[in-house]
């Protein structure tokens, strides 16, 4: 899942392709480029990733097991804290199934499908609801919490934008960015070295996607706009 094509490191303004670079003092060659393209969309994809907390934006199905809390009020009432389970990956498209092992530590699994609250589901019978607060999405319980335990609630489901959604349009657009600058970067280093080589690496190939001339400020502020926040005190437990 990455946000970038070889077509696009190759559409930036200057054009650039294998013969304008160079690789260990020479110009590359069609394989050198191809290869050369793979490994920075892949870094590029991966820093915007680790940039906004997400595995990906692009939509997948993700299964993730929580943490029970049990009632923890007082009195031995489930507390708001102890029906919520945030989700990891955002935006939330679907929940598939929602699901709690409620066996004993001793016993095999027994995994008990929970009933999330829809139209035409009957009152009383529902177990969670999907809920809104902000940018993020989150489950609450409104009966049969999850009991305590460890990894006993198992959440599929499905996050990440429409291939075709204006918001996935402008991560390809900041990725496009930062394969520029990091181009632009490389012939500049290259011209004024002379792609002279140091030791067994050339200067201009030791620099990273991260570099705050390539992954700039600028583009920090637009990729703030997609990342994911925490919220509600522990939030993935």
Same mark, same amino acid.
């Given at each position: 899942?990455?946000?970038?094509?070889?077509?696009?490191?190759?559409?930036?303004?200057? *054009?650039?392709?294998?013969? &304008?670079?160079?690789?260990?003092?020479?110009?590359?060659?069609?394989?050198?480029?191809?290869? #050369?393209?793979?490994?920075?969309?892949?870094?590029?994809?991966?820093?915007?990733?680790? !940039?906004?907390?997400?595995?990906?934006?692009?939509?997948?199905?993700?299964?993730?097991?929580?943490?029970?809390?049990?009632?923890?009020?007082?009195? *031995?009432?489930?507390?708001?804290?102890?029906?919520?389970? /945030?989700?990891?990956?955002?935006?939330?498209?679907?929940?598939?199934? %929602?699901?709690?092992?409620?066996?004993? /530590?001793? &016993?095999?699994?027994?995994?008990?499908?929970?009933?999330?609250?829809?139209?035409?589901?009957?009152? *009383?019978?529902?177990? !969670?609801?999907?809920?809104?607060?902000?940018?993020?999405?989150?489950?609450?319980?409104?009966?049969?919490?999850?009991?305590?335990?460890?990894?006993?609630?198992?959440? %599929? !489901?499905?996050?990440?934008?429409?291939?075709?959604?204006?918001? @996935?349009?402008?991560?390809?657009?900041?990725?496009?960015?930062?394969?520029?600058?990091?181009? =632009?970067?490389?012939?500049?280093?290259?011209?004024?070295? =002379?792609?002279?080589?140091? *030791?067994?690496?050339?200067?201009?190939?030791?620099?990273?996607?991260?570099?705050?001339?390539?992954?700039?400020?600028?583009?920090?502020?637009? @990729?703030?706009? #997609?990342?994911?926040?925490?919220? /509600?005190?522990?939030?993935?437990?």
């Amino acid at each position: 899942m990455v946000y970038l094509t070889q077509e696009d490191v190759e559409a930036s303004g200057a *054009g650039y392709g294998y013969a &304008d670079l160079k690789q260990a003092g020479a110009s590359m060659t069609a394989t050198q480029w191809q290869r #050369f393209c793979d490994q920075l969309i892949d870094s590029i994809t991966a820093a915007i990733n680790s !940039y906004c907390k997400v595995t990906s934006f692009e939509q997948a199905t993700y299964t993730e097991y929580h943490n029970g809390r049990g009632a923890t009020g007082d009195l *031995g009432e489930y507390t708001e804290r102890d029906r919520i389970f /945030m989700i990891r990956q955002q935006p939330v498209n679907s929940i598939t199934s %929602v699901s709690e092992d409620d066996a004993s /530590m001793v &016993d095999a699994p027994n995994w008990t499908a929970r009933v999330q609250r829809a139209v035409g589901i009957a009152a *009383g019978t529902a177990d !969670y609801q999907l809920l809104t607060r902000g940018t993020l999405q989150y489950i609450r319980f409104d009966q049969n919490v999850p009991a305590r335990g460890h990894n006993n609630v198992k959440i %599929v !489901y499905i996050a990440g934008y429409d291939p075709d959604s204006a918001q @996935l349009d402008a991560i390809r657009m900041i990725a496009q960015q930062i394969s520029d600058n990091f181009l =632009a970067k490389k012939k500049a280093l290259q011209e004024a070295s =002379a792609a002279r080589t140091i *030791g067994t690496k050339d200067s201009v190939d030791m620099f990273k996607v991260q570099a705050p001339d390539v992954f700039t400020a600028d583009i920090k502020m637009q @990729l703030d706009n #997609f990342k994911r926040a925490r919220a /509600m005190g522990p939030a993935w437990r």
